[in-house]
């Protein structure tokens, strides 16, 4: 390929210009005959003639390569497209930063921007310095990445001109590692770091013309870590200090700050000593005026401008910065760093003292020398402050000594001379005073121990140029003359290491080398050489130094001098020429002070002035030479004379071997324009900067080699488009790239295939690109001419169909319109003859009513006219009356009035008269006698009146006196009164006691003596009983006898024993029945109900008598013992329809794997061998009585009665069957269902009631006769049946609830989960996937305890096979003693006994045989119930799975020690029973020694995978039992030590285990059920809104736990948030891969090319992505579902569940837009669709979790709307549809997003500038009220407010069982 091929017509170039530097033009035709010809944007059209092809102009970049994050991603590598791209990137992206290689270019923007927030720090943690946008954090990463992994110390080099934000960076950079690396010790170092920025700032930062915050001296900082990288420590070290800016400074200029922030505090009183007077006395104040003929004025105290040092630059405040402000923070950072008030105070007086130093006047005193006037006020306040004589400060200003030989003489200095000492010594002092603060600040940041790395910041002052350049740009440029030496050495070792890595040929690159110009500078006979030459000659001079330059420096090439001066010289920087004027070179190199001034400052009084000044002289970095006044003394060493530049080469020499033995990291600030203006590019300016800076050198070093390169995979991807599918070697993708780039590229000079990458040289890329936009230009045209064709031809015949059926219907419509007009035509005629006629007749009838109605108005009108002037005339009349009533009247009170005038002024006159009459009376003696003898008696009875009033008053004192102390007896009698009045209240309370109590135990005593009357006429009536009962026992025993000795009939025995031999035969068919259905003996239910009720039958007997009272407990327990056949058939059946509704049950029922340890002992002992037979007579001879009739009957009714009770059992099956039935169609849910349950469970209650009655009543029937054995041995029978009786029963209800609790809890989570839509229950096999987990932990458990049941059940049915063999040959020992019996008895009274033997054995067959059919049929129900229910489970995904979820069970929670059946070998389902014992209080009591036990088993020693198989939080109910039982005895020290043992026991577990999230979200369920159960029974109303009446009655009764329920609340907001965090972390690897990178959707990838900061460019490691993008969202899914199952498992709360995945999802969205708002990569439409189709699996993910109707897919609302905004049209017509889709996201965030939005491909539009701006004038209504979404990236850190909703337990606490997982013997229920 040829350069020719790339000119052709509509190719971009760059041509130069003066103003903008480069003008982008575009070829108008291919480039032929040398002959250029383009045409510019403005329209204007330009021929170039070239010489050559080198002469070409450079071409400008594709599109797609413009705004790149790295300029050496640039196909073309070239000065225009670098300013391009970085002005592109600054003023339509708003990006500050770019990347250029190793360099980070930083322009300033002039603007506060919120990208260095905590959030935007832990976006670059981890991250490599390519993965993100370019940003000063992904340097500082880098260079901490790389200390961490090289074990290799790291430098930052942060370099560019006054303005450019080098101390910014710089700061930005040491906050990161302040925060990456805090360590957590007591210094506290990090902060101290960044403490120690203010302060520098202040002594060492000014404002400049360029800068408002200018750096004016160098510092290097090391931040010292420690083995673990945490900082330990710091050190700085600082360059150069600009001290002439002390005493003078440039128009708009300013001072150091700390000056003017000292002056801001002048009016403070605690600065008033240091004497901040008015602007007229301060010289350094008012140099900038001396032209002002004007007389000085005077201001305010304190102020700047009264300063000569600090108003020359006319510039004393800055805008938008508040000196005061920066005071009190510079205070208190010398405060954070150790800095005492006292040593403050005297820094800001040696500031002070500088400032007044300033003004002190010298004035000429003729001839060579000066003087100082005594008067002078600043000399006065300089010597007070600075603590040193006023009259010596006088003396060695204006003079100075010279030794000569032994002679000293001094001699006067000139006023020049005085004043240059005057600022020297200023200079001095404020160089000592800032060497100090820093050295101070490194005692601060002094690490205790060596460190073992560190990291160094370096900011230092980039190239300068000015008008006039003097000795410090020398040095400043000298010294980055040093670091771009060392820059391109590092940038061409990189090079080079790449492409040996890559195992590439190369080629030596030449760059340029500036060391002729630094050895111009420091060699031998160098320009410094000869400096410190000069200064060393006695008169030495600038001009004589600058003409040696001339003379020795010549023969360098990098030496010039001007041609029309001869006071400077050039020199040929690497960046520009630069011309030093030489004028203070010398004076600057010597920086001198007078020893005399010196020896003044050492004896000053003030201890920091004298500390200044007696340290060692190396301590200090900047160097003074001190003056002799005569031979050097013998401790004066070779370095106090060393120059100030030889000083700067040592230490430019140290640094530069100090970041040699580092690994370097360069930053690059640009200052954008000379206004300050923000986001405005000159590019002039910038391109100054970029050749001073050596970023162009990296992009020239970059285009010589191969700056392009590509791996193999990224290649193929892009490129694939250029190969054909023959051309595709799957398993060698590098062979593949061979062949494309084969077909594209004939030079081989232009590419290299490396290891991993392809190299390519510069413009390659731009010219594949362009093959691949002509490739898919041409498969765009190919795709578009068929698709065109295809719509054409549709069109065509759609046309042509369309306009044959629009002439049919057209031609149809013709016709029809001709029939219809001509009959319209017809019709036409006919209505105009109607309507004219109308017409006219309507006229007509117009016409008649017109003029009718004329003369109608006419005749009104002559009518109205006539009435109207009859009406006037009338009106006339009125008013003539009226006028002439008011004239008369008027005319009457005319008169009136005159005549009352006239009256009143005769009366005047007579009174007047009689008025003077009275005065001269009254002036007459005799009345004024009558007035004074009035007035006598008036004071008369007035003296009178006073006298009584003094005694009254006399009187009112005394009792006033008396008032007072009878007020001070009636209060003391008040306080008895009350004491008086408690203590009667206190005595009739008592008596009040007294009288309860009193009557208490009279109703105790009576009834007490009720019971004992009671017991006695019991005990008479037992005895007597008893009595009769023998009686009766002797006589029939004597009968029985008789009977026997009397049969003597043979005859009569045959007959019977014909009769007994049938019935033999018939009993012994009856037995193979019994032994045929020996598996119905297992429950004997009936038969022991029936003993039940027999023995309650006799009970009542042995009680009956007329003096006793039964209960109603009695009679309803005896009711049903009157015929015990039928109501043996009527209790079964009842008892089959009761016992789902059964209470008492539940008591017996355990919870998850909690056993009952009464339940494990074996029933097999309570078998038939416990039933003393023998004993059976005298119960038989009762039923006897009661059964047999008088009158002996025959056997056949025997027979009949037989056939009666199989009959009564068939139809007792019927109605079992028809119950069954019912219970399996009526829903467990029904209400009608729900009021059964709750009738049976009261019935239970009252018979639970009633059995205890019994009891009672029994026992005190065995106590009250201890001597009958009968009795004795008749009780022991009934209880022994009792207890049996109540076994079985139990069993048997327990089995039926088992199974109908495993269909209800099936019914009810179906319906919790999916509402009606049951039957997708199990589509998926949810189920099995649910139940998977218990099956395995459980499946053992059931197998070991299936086995030991089927070995019990094998032992009992041995038993009874044993027991009814037993039975039958106990039967036929009877009928063989009964048959000798009768043959030798008595004929008489044979056939009788036989009989009743006879009938009492059928009785007895009859009974046993129905008890056993009834048994076997309730066996063979509960068989197909088992069964039924086992098929539903197995359908339903699993028989022997648990649930940890609490919504199976009807108490809340699915009890997990309810064994869930499991068939065996025989497909029988055999059951778990528990046994139930006692009514229990639902408390555990301990033993206060063993709490810690009790703590150490549930707490310390309890692991996940035991909690896992118990009830979800039973660890919280067994402790709150704890409580409950310690509220109960009101212990307040247990109950205390109690809690504060479960507080600090769980702090200790999670404390230990906090990494492992099953244990943290273990007790986190257990600490909000314990704080639920403390809330459910604190007796608060609030929270019993839903408890049962007993759960109301175990409330807590003695202590109110509020404020352990507040420490608990406590306690799970802090395990909450670290579960929160361990998912957080878990979760944070997965973001970025799974959300950004995974590419679900095949052909959708956006790569581009990239340059050496690519994705892999960077060598820190990657720790964001530890997967593989393609496999991470099925991870993250993965962990999603196994933090959902953890929780679930352990039974947290629903609503929890909700918020810690709110704030999951909230954190993978804050996470996932953070770092796609930092890649510029990421922001393309086909990432948008990837984006988007990730996040739905998201969402999918909370549909299936059932979630998302809580609002947690809200919390990715912002992500989302990212992904949309990436996907919009981006066109003027679509802003309001953008404003309005992005409510979610801020409106820094939407301008950014579209900022870094880059067309994947050229086909594809940028988002145009005006777009942008539109946009940003939308959401401005908006940003008014977003002051919260101020910052640009989402705040990880944030959390939603945790809330634990009141939770309360339908677990009954007397319900709960101790595990046998769990050993806690020492525990007791009650």
Same mark, same amino acid.
């Given at each position: ?732 993708? =590098? ?138 005339? =009338? ?37 007047? =008269? ?392 099936? =019914? ?563």
């Amino acid at each position: 390929m040829s350069v020719r091929e790339l000119y052709v017509k509509g190719a971009h170039v760059w041509i130069p210009d003066r103003e903008q530097v480069w003008r982008c033009a575009q070829l108008t035709q291919d480039y032929k005959n040398h002959l250029v010809t383009v045409t510019f944007e403005d329209g204007q059209t330009q021929e170039i003639k070239v010489k050559s092809d080198e002469e070409l102009p450079p071409l400008r970049n594709p599109e797609i390569l413009i705004g790149e994050n790295d300029l050496t991603s640039l196909s073309y590598l070239h000065e225009p497209a670098v300013l391009y791209n970085l002005q592109v990137r600054f003023c339509n992206q708003n990006a500050i930063y770019t990347y250029c290689g190793i360099v980070l270019v930083a322009i300033n923007p002039y603007e506060e921007l919120p990208i260095y927030g905590p959030d935007t720090i832990s976006a670059y943690r981890g991250h490599s310095m390519g993965d993100l946008d370019p940003h000063i954090f992904a340097v500082a990463e880098e260079a901490f990445t790389q200390m961490e992994r090289d074990n290799r110390d790291q430098s930052i080099i942060v370099s560019g001109e006054s303005g450019a934000g080098k101390t910014v960076s710089a700061k930005y950079a040491m906050r990161y590692f302040a925060s990456v690396g805090g360590s957590d010790s007591e210094t506290q170092i990090e902060k101290k770091i960044l403490a120690s920025n203010p302060i520098m700032e202040a002594i060492g930062n000014a404002k400049t013309t360029r800068n408002d915050n200018s750096s004016r001296f160098g510092k290097y900082i090391e931040l010292d870590f420690t083995r673990s990288y945490s900082i330990m420590g710091a050190n700085m070290r600082t360059y150069l200090l600009e001290k002439s800016r002390v005493v003078f400074q440039a128009p708009e200029e300013r001072n150091y700050h700390i000056f003017y922030q000292l002056c801001s505090a002048a009016s403070d009183k605690k600065y008033s000593h240091l004497r901040l007077g008015p602007p007229e006395t301060f010289h350094y104040m008012n140099q900038g005026l001396q032209e002002d003929p004007t007389p000085p004025r005077r201001s305010r105290p304190g102020h700047q401008d009264n300063f000569h040092y600090l108003n020359q630059g006319s510039s004393p405040s800055i805008e938008g910065v508040d000196d005061g402000a920066d005071f009190i923070e510079t205070c208190k950072a010398l405060s954070l760093l150790g800095i005492s008030e006292a040593t403050q105070n005297q820094m800001f007086r040696i500031l002070a003292g500088i400032l007044h130093l300033g003004n002190i006047v010298i004035q000429d005193n003729g001839g060579d020398a000066s003087t100082i006037d005594k008067g002078d006020e600043s000399l006065a306040i300089v010597a007070e402050l600075l603590g040193i004589s006023a009259s010596e400060l006088k003396m060695w200003l204006c003079h100075r000594k010279i030794t000569s030989g032994r002679e000293v003489f001094t001699k006067p200095v000139t006023l020049s001379e005085a004043t240059f000492s005057r600022d020297a010594l200023a200079k001095h002092i404020y160089a000592k005073l800032f060497d100090w603060i820093v050295k101070e600040i490194n005692k601060c940041f002094a690490a205790p121990t060596k460190p073992f790395r560190f990291i160094g910041v370096l900011d230092i002052y980039g190239f300068e140029t000015f008008e006039i350049n003097s000795f410090e740009q020398f040095c400043i440029n000298y010294a980055n003359e040093k670091l771009q030496q060392q820059f391109n050495q590092h940038v061409f070792k990189l090079e080079q290491e790449e492409y040996v890595k890559e195992q590439i040929e190369w080629e030596f690159i030449n760059f340029y080398d500036n060391q002729p110009c630094i050895d111009l500078i420091e060699s031998k006979l160098g320009i410094l050489d000869l400096l410190d030459e000069e200064c060393r000659m006695p008169k030495g001079s600038d001009q004589s130094w600058v003409e040696k330059l001339y003379d020795k420096c010549k023969k360098w090439d990098h030496f010039s001098k001007p041609r029309l001066s001869n006071t400077s010289f050039l020199i040929a920087h690497f960046a520009d020429k630069v011309g030093y004027e030489c004028a203070g070179f010398l004076e600057k190199n010597r920086d001198t002070v007078s020893e005399e001034q010196i020896n003044l400052l050492k004896s000053s009084q003030i201890s920091l002035v004298h500390a200044l000044f007696t340290e060692k002289a190396q301590v200090a970095p900047t160097k003074v030479k001190v003056l002799p006044t005569g031979p050097s003394p013998a401790h004066s060493s070779k370095q106090m004379r060393k120059s100030v530049g030889s000083q700067f080469r040592d230490s430019l020499n140290l640094l530069m071997l100090t970041l040699n033995s580092t690994t370097p990291h360069y930053v690059r600030c640009i200052k954008p324009n000379d206004d300050k203006m923000a986001f405005t590019f000159d590019p002039t300016r910038a391109i100054q900067q970029l050749r001073a800076c050596g970023v162009l050198e990296t992009v020239r070093i970059s285009a010589a080699g191969y700056p392009s390169r590509w791996t193999y995979h990224e290649f193929f991807c892009r490129y694939r488009v250029l190969c054909t599918s023959r051309d595709i070697v799957r398993n060698d993708m =590098r062979l593949t790239c061979e062949k494309i780039i084969a077909n594209m590229i004939t030079d081989e000079d232009k590419f290299k295939f490396g290891r991993t990458k392809i190299f390519f040289r510069a413009g390659q890329v731009a010219y594949m690109e362009k093959l691949r936009a002509d490739r898919l230009s041409a498969c765009g045209i190919m795709i578009q001419k068929n698709v065109r064709m295809y719509i054409h031809r549709n069109r065509f015949r759609r046309m042509r169909n369309s306009a044959i059926v629009i002439q049919k219907y057209a031609r149809g419509m013709a016709s029809r319109r001709l029939a219809h007009h001509m009959r319209q035509t017809a019709a036409a005629i006919k209505i105009q003859a109607c309507v004219r006629g109308w017409v006219k007749r309507v006229q007509y009838r117009r016409l008649v009513y017109t003029i009718t109605r004329l003369q109608a108005h006419a005749r009104g009108c002559w009518a109205r006219q006539k009435y109207q002037h009859m009406r006037r005339d =009338r009106a006339a009349i009125v008013i003539q009356k009226n006028v002439r009533q008011w004239l008369t009247r008027r005319r009457y009170l005319r008169a009136m009035r005159g005549f009352v005038i006239v009256q009143g002024l005769v009366r005047c006159f007579l009174a007047r =008269r009689q008025l003077k009459k009275l005065k001269i009376e009254a002036k007459s003696i005799e009345h004024q006698k009558k007035l004074n003898k009035g007035l006598e008696n008036k004071i008369i009875s007035l003296q009178q009146k006073l006298t009584e009033m003094k005694n009254e008053n006399s009187f009112i004192s005394s009792y006033k006196e008396e008032i007072t102390v009878l007020k001070t007896r009636v209060t003391d009698l008040k306080g008895v009164e009350k004491q008086l009045k408690a203590s009667n209240n206190q005595v009739s309370e008592l008596e009040a006691r007294i009288a309860e109590l009193t009557k208490e135990l009279e109703m105790e005593r009576g009834e007490k003596m009720d019971v004992l009357t009671q017991k006695e006429r019991a005990d008479k009536e037992n005895r007597e009983l008893i009595e009769k009962l023998n009686e009766e026992n002797v006589r029939l025993t004597k009968e029985l006898s008789d009977a026997q000795k009397e049969e003597t009939k043979r005859e009569s025995e045959e007959y019977l024993r014909r009769k007994f031999e049938a019935e033999k035969q018939q009993l012994i068919l009856e037995n193979t029945d019994e032994k045929s259905g020996y598996q119905r003996l297992l429950k004997e239910f009936n038969r022991l109900e029936q003993k039940n009720e027999h023995l309650e039958e006799e009970l009542a007997k042995f009680k009956g008598g007329n003096a006793h009272k039964r209960t109603a407990s009695n009679v309803s327990n005896l009711s049903g013992a009157s015929d015990a056949p039928t109501e043996l058939v009527h209790d079964d059946a009842s008892e089959f329809s009761s016992f789902p509704g059964d209470d008492d049950w539940m008591s017996d029922i355990g919870y998850g794997s909690v056993r009952s340890r009464s339940s494990e002992m074996s029933d097999s002992n309570r078998n038939l061998d416990n039933i003393e037979w023998s004993s059976q007579k005298t119960g038989d001879t009762s039923e006897i009585k009661i059964q047999v009739p008088q009158k002996m009957e025959d056997i056949t009714l025997v027979l009949q009665l037989q056939n009666k009770v199989r009959e009564l059992e068939k139809e007792r099956r019927n109605l079992s069957k028809q119950i069954d039935h019912l219970e399996s169609s009526s829903p467990p849910d029904d209400p009608q269902h729900a009021q059964e349950l709750i009738r049976l469970q009261e019935l239970e209650m009252e018979n639970a009631k009633l059995k205890d009655d019994l009891n009672r009543l029994r026992k005190s029937i065995a106590d009250s006769e201890p001597q009958n054995n009968r009795v004795q041995e008749f009780m022991r029978q009934f209880e022994a049946l009792q207890d049996e009786l109540e076994r079985r029963r139990e069993e048997c209800i327990q089995l039926r609830t088992v199974l109908a609790n495993r269909a209800h809890d099936l =019914r009810s989570v179906t319906q919790t989960s999916y509402g009606k839509d049951v039957d997708i229950v199990n589509e998926d096999g949810e189920l099995v996937l649910a139940y998977q987990t218990q099956k395995q932990v459980n499946r053992r458990q059931l197998e070991d305890e299936l086995k030991k049941e089927k070995q019990r059940l094998h032992e009992t049915e041995t038993d009874y096979k044993g027991e009814l063999e037993r039975l039958r040959r106990d039967n036929e020992r009877q009928q063989k003693l009964l048959a000798q019996n009768l043959c030798k008895s008595d004929a008489t009274n044979s056939e009788t006994l036989l009989q009743s033997e006879i009938m009492r054995l059928t009785s007895e067959n009859l009974n046993l045989q129905g008890q056993v059919d009834n048994l076997t049929e309730q066996l063979k129900k509960y068989k197909r119930s088992l069964r039924a229910y086992a098929k539903k489970l197995k359908e339903a995904g699993g028989s022997s799975s648990k649930r940890s979820s609490a919504q199976g069970s009807p108490y809340g929670g699915d009890p997990t020690d309810m064994l869930d059946v499991n068939t065996t070998n025989e497909g029988e389902v055999l059951p778990i029973i528990r046994k139930k014992e006692r009514e229990y209080m639902g408390m555990f009591e301990y033993d206060r020694r063993e709490e810690m036990q009790i703590i150490r088993v549930l707490v310390y020693e309890l692991k996940p995978r035991v909690a896992v198989t118990l009830l979800p939080g039973l660890p919280a109910y067994i402790l709150f039992m704890c409580i409950r039982h310690t509220d109960h005895i009101n212990d307040d020290e247990k109950v205390r030590s109690l809690l504060n043992n479960i507080v600090n026991g769980v702090k200790r577990v999670i404390k230990k285990r906090h990494e492992d999230l099953d244990s943290t979200v273990l007790w986190l369920s257990n600490v909000l059920r314990l704080l639920h159960n403390l809330k459910q029974y604190s007796g608060d109303k609030a929270f019993q809104a839903e408890n049962t009446v007993k759960q109301n009655e175990q409330s807590l009764k003695n202590f109110d736990l509020s404020e352990y329920r507040q420490v608990l609340s406590d306690i799970a907001v802090w395990i909450y948030n670290g579960v929160i965090k361990l998912m957080e972390e878990k979760v944070q690897p997965l973001i970025v891969p799974s959300i950004l990178e995974h590419e679900a959707i095949a052909g959708l990838s956006g790569n581009k090319p990239g340059g050496m900061r690519g994705r892999t460019g960077s060598v820190a490691r990657e720790l964001e992505s530890p997967v593989e993008p393609q496999k991470a969202l099925d991870l993250l899914l993965k962990e999603m579902t196994q933090f959902y199952r953890t929780l679930a498992m352990f039974g947290t709360d629903p609503e929890l569940i909700t918020q810690v995945f709110r704030q999951i999802f909230y954190f993978i969205c804050a996470g996932s837009l953070n770092n796609l708002l930092l890649r510029k990569d990421m922001c393309h439409w086909s990432k948008g669709m990837q984006i988007r189709y990730n996040l739905s699996h998201l969402e999918q993910w909370t549909r299936d979790m059932r979630l998302h109707e809580s609002g947690v897919t809200d919390t990715l609302a912002p992500i989302i709307q990212a992904a949309q905004l990436l996907q919009a049209r981006k066109s003027d017509d679509d802003v309001h549809s953008i404003c309005d889709m992005c409510d979610k996201l801020s409106v820094s965030q939407i301008i950014k997003i579209l900022n870094l939005y880059t067309p994947a491909d050229e086909f594809e539009d940028r988002v145009p500038i005006s777009f942008i701006h539109k946009i940003q004038a939308k959401l401005q209504e908006r940003a008014e009220g977003e002051q919260a979404q101020a910052t640009l990236l989402m705040n990880t850190k944030f959390a939603f407010p945790v809330r634990f909703p009141f939770n309360p337990s339908s677990i009954h606490l007397e319900d709960i069982e101790l595990p046998d997982a769990l050993p806690l013997t020492m525990l007791k229920k009650v």
